[in-house]
């Protein structure tokens, strides 16, 4: 059974860090594709970075371009959202979705169920 569960999240205050993880489990992670996404209240969900199964990464977030950044570490089967100068806007739940393919792009059939980040002071 595929399955993605995000840990990482909590409150933190503006100009805190926070670093994410999305561990894989009944897959491996190697040769996938893996995208983090994040919904805010009432809001659409929007993808914030990918990385492919090579190693290539996008960045779809203006607004989080240098504070954020997506890594993995294919012998822990995880990828990791490193989330630095946090603002108040970045409040959202966070979660990471991916299919089977290696590149980033298109739709994504599975997705964890998510962490919550709260930026407040």
């Known amino acids: 059974q595929v399955q993605l569960v995000e840990s990482g999240g909590g409150l933190v205050q503006p100009g805190g860090s926070l670093r994410l993880s999305c561990a894989a489990s009944g897959f491996t992670l190697v040769d996938r594709a893996i995208a983090w996404f994040r919904q805010a209240p009432g809001k659409e969900a929007k993808g914030v970075s990918c990385?492919?199964?090579?190693?290539?990464?996008?960045e779809y977030l203006d607004s989080v371009k240098g504070r954020f950044t997506i890594s993995r570490d294919n012998a822990k089967n995880t990828v990791y959202l490193q989330m630095n100068t946090l603002e108040p806007e970045d409040t959202a739940t966070y979660y990471c979705?991916?299919?089977?393919?290696?590149?980033?792009?298109?739709?994504?059939?599975?997705r964890g169920r998510g962490t919550q980040v709260t930026v407040s002071s």
């Open positions: 979705a991916t299919d089977l393919k290696r590149t980033c792009g298109g739709s994504y059939s599975s």
């Open positions: 990385i492919s199964a090579g190693g290539t990464v996008f």
